[in-house]
């Protein structure tokens, strides 16, 4: 399409439909920016959407699904756990602790990863890279593992 239509086309739009347009354009701009992994966890997220039954099921994928594309902003790339030369010393502990903690409790629930994700509506591969202190988690993610684990969110963070 050449510019000129797009633009006469975007000007016929109501104010509603250039909204939705933009947000499309948004979106589809930090999935091209996530990593394989987390654009596997993403896609992975939409087909549990669409099965999805409850409510609650629905916000809790949508809200992972909000996580991951807010956890690449545009001028700020992540940082790379396996690589720690660069980091200090306190986020390295801070991170690997919390891993531990996170491992533990779900090894003395008795459940597997898939469990644990299945309880959390979190992806699998994401459970396994905190564990494995390869992605420092959210807030919002700490909770939901805590509840999904009938622990206190500072059982898993002090802070």
Known sequence: ????????????????????????????????????????????????????TTDEDRFGICDTMVEILDGRSVSVEPADLTDTSGQPERLQKWVGWVSKKIRDARTEAGLTQEQLAAKTGLPQSHISRIENAKHSPSRTTIEKIAGALGKPVTFFDPS
């Open 1 to 52: 399409m050449a510019t000129t239509d797009l633009r006469n086309s975007i000007r016929s739009m109501s104010a509603e439909e250039r909204g939705v347009a933009l947000a499309v354009t948004i979106v589809m701009d930090r999935i091209r920016r996530l990593s394989k992994e987390d654009r596997d966890d993403l896609f992975a997220l939409v087909k549990e959407l669409i099965g999805a």
